[in-house]
Nanobody
Framework: QAQLVESGGGLVQAGGSRRLSCAVF????????MGWYRQAPGNQRELVAS???????NYVDSVKGRFTMSRDNAKSTMYLQMNSLKPEDTAVYYC?????????WGQGTQVTVSS
């Protein structure tokens, strides 16, 4: 089992940067896939970025070149570095980890980008 706790959300101006962190309490090194999702009001939750246990990353087109996902197994933490933020990036961001085929979610952290 695992517990995920996000931090780093807040209010940022357009063009600014923010780094989200997700601390994993549990077997992070057994997570074969980890991801960051976001959900804006009235929208479905969407996958923003993912990283495999081998370190391969994928991003949704709307954040490519602006967001970078990484994981640090030694610190049991995954990160989402967000640069050049836009108002349309405003959403609740959730981290996710798949461990032994089970999905674990954080509680979410709000990111608001003002224009």
């Amino acid at each position: 089992q695992a517990q995920l706790v996000e931090s780093g959300g807040g209010l940022v101006q357009a063009g600014g940067s923010r780094r989200l962190s997700c601390a994993v309490f549990g077997d992070i090194f057994r997570a074969d896939l980890m991801g960051w999702y976001r959900q804006a009001p009235g929208n479905q939750r969407e996958l923003v970025a993912s990283i495999t246990e081998g370190g391969s990353t994928n991003y949704v087109d709307s954040v490519k070149g602006r967001f970078t996902m990484s994981r640090d197994n030694a610190k049991s933490t995954m990160y989402l570095q967000m640069n050049s933020l836009k108002p349309e990036d405003t959403a609740v961001y959730y981290c996710n980890a798949r461990i032994y085929g089970l999905n674990y979610w954080g509680q979410g952290t709000q990111v608001t980008v003002s224009s």
